[in-house]
């Protein structure tokens, strides 16, 4: 295989859109090969690298245009009454077509106390399809710009199975998950399970270039939970994992829900779908939303509830089943030390 046609078939892995018989040339390549398959991980490190520029780009380019309006209206007087009224109508236009887009998804009426609950998926452009078209025609004269969102999922089985929040992938369709521990790990991932009431998914790595996850060292806790316990957290809010940490605060969740808890750990967009550990490295739960009323309160579904959807997919699975670690290997060890065992178990999981 030459160059060329490595690197096409290398941007369409990046992307999600190979197809069988593109994949099990682009299989055979690099198995086959050690140079090309050096010459693919570098192609797939360069077009990650490209998407961020590109976002960044984009950013600058939007703050300089509005910069630039701000100068025209401040030196030119004799517009500024037709350029008010040129802006209220793209203003109006905007949010006729946000309030529309929310409005017939069912946005308002998900919750009956939605607006005292946000789910943290880190929304990199939150603009729907409409909105987008919207926007690019009154700001962009690129066509290919895409919304993505970030958020944070952990392993559940050596055999690539991950836990994450439904609503960072809800509507998109190819999810990537990345460690950026090793900057060569990004697996494409399929949806096995999902279930929007409690904002749980399980994602499955169909990449072919996936064997197996390094041996998972924590597991789900099947112990009562205390109030005032210690709990922790890691995910991906920032482009590097992030730390955090707080206690038990109430055996429920938001409105008194029985299958979520609530722990007082202050959290951000971009870590819906990261663990909550106790002292003992075990996972309790898995964080989904925080309270805009009580500050620094965070929501996580119960382990319990995990255990429930794991068994019931495993019964409807014939094979490659979900195997769930069994020891905890990380009981004697101090919180550094767990963190370092299981960072390269919680991954960014991207949405596009």
Same mark, same amino acid.
């Given at each position: 295989?030459?160059?060329?046609?490595?690197?096409?078939?290398?941007?369409?892995?990046?992307?999600?859109?190979?197809?069988? %018989?593109?994949?099990?040339?682009?299989?055979?390549?690099?198995?086959?090969?050690?140079?090309?398959?050096?010459?693919?991980?570098?192609? %797939?490190?360069?077009?990650?690298?490209?998407?961020?520029?590109?976002?960044?780009?984009?950013?600058?380019?939007?703050?300089?245009?509005?910069?630039?309006?701000?100068?025209? +209206?401040?030196?030119?007087?004799?517009?500024?009454?037709?350029? *008010?009224?040129?802006?209220?109508?793209?203003?109006?236009?905007?949010?006729?077509?946000?309030?529309?887009?929310? &409005?017939?998804? =069912?946005?308002?009426?998900?919750?009956?106390?939605?607006?005292? &609950?946000?789910?943290?998926?880190?929304?990199?452009?939150?603009?729907?399809?409409?909105?987008?078209?919207?926007?690019?025609?009154?700001?962009?004269?690129?066509?290919?710009?895409?919304?993505?969102?970030?958020?944070? =999922?952990?392993?559940?089985?050596?055999?690539?199975?991950?836990?994450?929040?439904?609503?960072?992938?809800?509507?998109?369709?190819?999810?990537?998950?990345?460690?950026?521990?090793?900057?060569?790990?990004?697996?494409?991932?399929?949806?096995?399970?999902?279930?929007?009431?409690?904002?749980?998914?399980?994602?499955? %790595?169909?990449?072919?270039?996936?064997?197996?996850?390094?041996?998972?060292?924590?597991?789900?806790?099947?112990?009562?939970?205390?109030? =005032?316990?210690?709990?922790?957290?890691?995910? &991906?809010?920032?482009?590097?994992?992030?730390? #955090?940490? #707080?206690?038990?605060?109430?055996?429920?969740?938001?409105?008194?829900?029985?299958?979520?808890?609530?722990?007082?750990?202050?959290?951000?967009? =971009?870590?819906? #779908?990261?663990?909550?550990?106790?002292?003992?490295?075990?996972?309790?739960?898995?964080?989904?939303?925080?309270?805009?009323?009580?500050?620094?309160?965070?929501?996580?579904?119960?382990?319990? &509830? +995990?255990?429930?959807?794991?068994?019931? +997919?495993?019964?409807?699975?014939?094979?490659?089943?979900?195997?769930?670690?069994?020891?905890?290997?990380?009981?004697?060890?101090?919180?550094?030390?767990?963190?370092?065992? *299981?960072?390269?178990?919680?991954?960014?999981?991207?949405?596009?």
């Amino acid at each position: 295989m030459d160059l060329l046609r490595l690197t096409e078939l290398s941007e369409k892995y990046f992307n999600g859109s190979l197809n069988d %018989i593109e994949n099990n040339e682009l299989l055979s390549a690099i198995s086959s090969d050690s140079e090309l398959n050096l010459q693919f991980k570098e192609n %797939i490190t360069l077009f990650k690298n490209l998407d961020l520029l590109r976002e960044k780009q984009l950013t600058k380019k939007l703050f300089g245009e509005v910069d630039n309006e701000k100068y025209k +209206l401040k030196n030119n007087s004799f517009d500024l009454k037709q350029r *008010i009224i040129h802006f209220s109508a793209v203003a109006a236009v905007t949010i006729f077509a946000v309030v529309g887009t929310l &409005y017939f998804s =069912g946005w308002f009426s998900y919750r009956s106390h939605i607006q005292s &609950y946000t789910r943290l998926g880190n929304n990199i452009s939150t603009l729907t399809n409409n909105q987008k078209s919207l926007w690019s025609a009154l700001f962009s004269n690129d066509k290919s710009e895409h919304s993505y969102t970030t958020g944070t =999922g952990f392993a559940i089985s050596t055999n690539g199975y991950i836990i994450t929040s439904y609503h960072i992938i809800k509507d998109f369709d190819s999810i990537f998950v990345v460690n950026n521990q090793d900057s060569l790990f990004r697996y494409h991932v399929t949806l096995v399970y999902n279930n929007e009431n409690s904002d749980l998914a399980i994602l499955k %790595i169909s990449d072919f270039n996936f064997n197996s996850l390094e041996k998972i060292p924590f597991k789900l806790s099947n112990e009562k939970i205390n109030l =005032g316990e210690y709990v922790y957290t890691l995910g &991906y809010s920032k482009q590097n994992i992030v730390f #955090g940490e #707080g206690s038990i605060s109430s055996y429920t969740g938001f409105n008194e829900d029985s299958l979520t808890i609530q722990v007082s750990i202050p959290s951000n967009p =971009g870590n819906s #779908g990261g663990p909550i550990l106790n002292s003992k490295g075990e996972i309790v739960g898995m964080l989904c939303a925080k309270s805009n009323e009580i500050d620094g309160a965070t929501y996580a579904v119960k382990s319990e &509830y +995990l255990y429930n959807v794991i068994d019931s +997919l495993n019964s409807k699975l014939d094979n490659d089943k979900v195997i769930l670690p069994k020891y905890n290997n990380l009981l004697k060890l101090d919180r550094p030390q767990q963190i370092k065992k *299981i960072q390269n178990l919680i991954f960014r999981v991207e949405a596009y």
